[in-house]
Every structure is written in structure tokens, then in C-alpha cells.
């Protein structure tokens, strides 16, 4: 298998590449910044290293110095992946230094590891031939260097002094509602699941930036889209729809990470109730697709009820999702009662007449990203079931699924009628 180091300073994106890329059978090995990501390819080589530039003790663009300086280390590929370096003076300067690849943020996954895939194979066919050296001379590069960290701590002060003007007008703000805030969190604090829920969501930095992306999208759709030609408004529609597409991702993900923090306590939950709830949130779906929903009597089991009703969300959506174009879409929801590790429990099943999907599949079916086919022919994040696999497993059960090509597919889950809770991961 593949081994791959991540290097990276922030721990979302950290968590990010190595849900992709272990979702995708690489091996994943990560550091905080350069010099630790040298100490750790010395001790054992990474086959490919991905890096960010902005880090503490030492930058993405010093590692890469020394990265193609090291003897050993100078064939294994080495791939930029920066979101604050991402002018053409900067893509320059680490493709002069040796870099076989530079990648801006936020990639999408698809497009991503077909670069890292390709950048393997390029690097494989030309390696008899050793290392490409750098364009420029020493001197000319340190000068880049030193130019592109100017450039940065400039655009960087101005940042920060528009934060700072930013944060003036929030702490006025605040201040005009502290007595309201105050309650609210006397009152969230004797609610312990939506305190951490909130806290959780709002403290979350991955949303932030994607919001203001948003935002002067808005802006722009409203007051200046007629002012663009059609190039400019096609480049608008992109930008909007990869904004629209990353929300939903980073959502998905928030709620992967969500799923086995153990927040709320378990309890008596009709699963009947739930599952004709989330059917009525899909009711335009299932009329507009014309599918017929065959529901049998379900238990009452104890559990999150929260994370059923995202289980069973998932999991019709996903039946909707996947319909043949041949027929009519029937879904069949059962339930049964069954005994799991000398355990009651129940067997719920929920089978469609849809797609179904190759059965080498069905034992990676459940990683995160792992998609079985394109975004142009299915929408998705290629993260519902895992969500739906972490539910199961935080409520001390197993899911399966069976299916065939053309022949639909069926999603069996075990659950244990009164499971003890599973502790975080």
C-alpha cells in the first residue's frame, strides 16, 4: 500500500486528507510542520508527501529545500497543498525549489487524488533519470523566498487590522446583549446535549470562511452579475456551486465527527415514529420519483433518537438516490426480532430495486468518500454511509449490505434493544 505523510499545522485539514486518503487504501502518517515531518521521512519513507507552506518552526517551502538536498529523500514526490500561498510569484518559487505538484485549497476529492495518483506515476516513469533540479540559481530562489514571505506578512497585517477593526464593532455589539447571552447559557447548561451541540457548531472555523465566500457571492449575484459577460457569469455559477457543494461537505463531515462523541443519553425511541417522520421529510422526493415505500411494523429500541432519524435519512435517501431508470422504485422497510451477542436485538432492513452495486464493494461500501460512481451522474458527499456506520457501531450493532448490479440493494443493521454506550473514539 501506498504510504503517504501529510504535513500539515492545522488539525481539520489534517483530519480531512487522512479520512480521504485512508478512505482511498493509503497508509497515512502525519506532522505539525517541517522539521518533524524531516525526523519522520528519515526514519521511515513516506512514498509520497503532501505539505502545506504556512506552518510554525518550519514552512513548507524550507522543508522542500531540504527535501530535495537529502539523498534519500530527493526521488519520493513532493506535492504543495496550500490555501494561503496561492499567487503565481508563490507556485513558481516551490516548483523551482523541486515541488512535483502544487495544489490549491479546497480541492475536490475526486480531482485531488487524481493529481496525487498522477504525480505518483510521473515521478515512477522519470525517476532514472534523478530529480528535476531547480530552474534557478540559490541565490535568485532565497530572493523569491524572501520576497514571497514579505508578500505574506503585508497581505497578513492588513487581515489583522481589518479583524481587529471587525471585532470593535462585534464587543459593541455584545455588549448590548450580554444579559440575554448570559441566560441563554444558564439555560443551555442544564440542557447538556445542546450545550455541546452549540458549542460544537459554533465554535467550528470550518464554516467561517465559507460563509463569507457566500456572502460576496450574494453580493455579487445581486448587484453585478448583469455588469459580467458570459464567461464572468459562468465563472460566477462555478463559484457558487463549488461553495454549495463544499457546505454540504463540511456539514457532512461536522456530523461524521458528531456521530460518536456520545453527547446524548440513550432512551426509549419508537422506530416506527421516526421512520414515518423522516419519510414525511421526503415525501416530495418520494412523489416526484413515484416510488412506492412498503413499511412494515418497526420496535422500540433504546437509543439516540437523533442519530436514528439520521440513520434512517441516510439510508432512504440513499434508496431514492440510486433508483433504476427501468422501473418503478419500491422500498421495502422490515424489522425483526433477534438475538445479538446473547443480547435481544433487532434486525431492521431497508431493500430497494434500484441500482445495486458490484458486491466487491460491499466490504468498502462504508468508508468516508468512497463513491462507486461520478458527481455528474450521482450528487453526494460520499460520507452518508459512514455517518450511518459510526450510528450503528456507536450504538453496539453491525450493518451489512447485499446487493448485485441492477438487482437493488439491502442495508440490514442489528441493534441491540438496550445497548450500553459506546464510549467516543
Not at 514526490?77 to 490549491?104: K, M, Q, S, W
Not at 530529480?131 to 523566498?145: A, I, M
Amino acid at each position: 500500500m501506498t504510504r503517504v505523510l501529510v504535513v500539515d499545522d492545522n488539525e481539520q485539514n489534517l483530519y480531512y486528507l487522512d479520512a480521504l486518503l485512508r478512505g482511498n487504501d493509503y497508509v497515512v502518517d502525519s506532522a505539525r510542520h517541517g522539521a518533524e515531518a524531516l525526523v519522520k521521512a528519515r526514519q521511515q519513507n513516506p512514498d509520497v508527501v503532501i505539505c502545506d507552506l504556512l506552518m510554525p518552526v518550519m514552512d513548507g517551502y524550507t522543508l522542500l529545500r531540504h527535501w530535495k538536498l537529502d539523498e534519500v529523500l530527493k526521488h519520493i514526490p513532493f506535492i504543495v497543498y496550500t490555501a494561503t500561498y496561492t499567487e503565481a510569484e508563490d507556485e513558481r518559487l516551490a516548483l523551482n525549489l523541486g515541488a512535483d505538484a502544487f495544489i490549491l485549497k479546497p480541492a475536490e476529492p475526486e480531482a485531488f487524488l487524481a493529481r496525487v495518483r498522477e504525480v505518483q506515476d510521473l515521478v515512477a516513469q522519470t525517476v532514472s533519470s534523478g530529480p528535476r533540479r531547480p530552474d534557478e540559481d540559490e541565490t535568485s530562489l532565497l530572493r523569491s523566498y524572501s520576497q514571497a514571505l514579505i508578500r505574506k506578512l503585508e497581505e497578513k497585517t492588513l487581515r489583522l487590522e481589518e479583524t481587529n477593526r471587525a471585532l470593535q464593532q462585534e464587543l459593541v455589539e455584545r455588549g448590548k446583549v450580554e444579559a440575554a447571552l448570559q441566560q441563554s447559557l444558564v439555560e443551555l447548561n442544564n440542557r447538556n446535549r445542546e450545550l455541546q451541540e452549540f458549542a460544537f457548531v459554533a465554535s467550528h472555523d470550518l464554516q467561517e470562511p465559507l460563509r463569507k465566500i457566500q456572502t460576496f457571492s450574494d453580493v455579487l449575484v445581486t448587484r453585478h452579475r448583469d455588469a459580467l459577460d458570459e464567461h464572468g457569469r459562468d465563472y460566477l455559477d462555478r463559484m457558487n456551486r463549488a461553495a454549495a457543494r463544499m457546505k454540504v461537505l463540511i456539514e457532512d463531515l461536522l456530523e461524521y465527527s458528531r456521530v460518536a462523541s456520545g453527547a446524548r443519553p440513550f432512551a426509549p425511541v419508537n422506530l416506527m415514529t421516526i421512520c414515518r417522520e423522516v419519510l414525511g421529510d421526503l415525501e416530495s422526493r418520494v412523489e416526484a420519483t413515484q416510488a412506492q415505500v412498503i413499511l412494515s411494523e418497526l420496535a422500540t429500541i433504546n437509543s439516540d433518537a437523533t442519530q436514528m432519524r439520521q440513520l434512517f435519512q441516510n439510508l432512504l435517501a440513499n434508496a431514492l438516490k440510486f433508483r433504476s431508470p427501468d422501473r418503478q422504485p419500491e422500498i421495502r422497510i422490515s424489522c425483526a426480532h433477534v438475538t445479538y451477542a446473547d443480547l435481544p436485538a433487532i434486525r431492521l432492513e431497508i431493500a430497494d430495486n434500484g441500482i445495486g452495486f458490484d458486491a466487491k464493494f460491499a466490504s468498502k461500501i462504508f468508508n468516508p468518500f468512497q463513491r462507486l460512481h461520478t458527481r455528474s451522474e450521482y450528487e453526494g458527499t460520499g460520507i452518508g454511509l459512514a455517518i450511518v456506520r459510526r450510528i450503528v457501531e456507536r450504538h453496539r450493532g453491525t450493518i451489512e449490505t447485499i446487493s448485485e448490479v441492477g438487482q437493488g440493494a439491502r442495508f440490514i443493521v442489528t441493534l441491540p434493544t438496550t445497548p450500553t454506550q459506546r464510549e467516543p473514539r
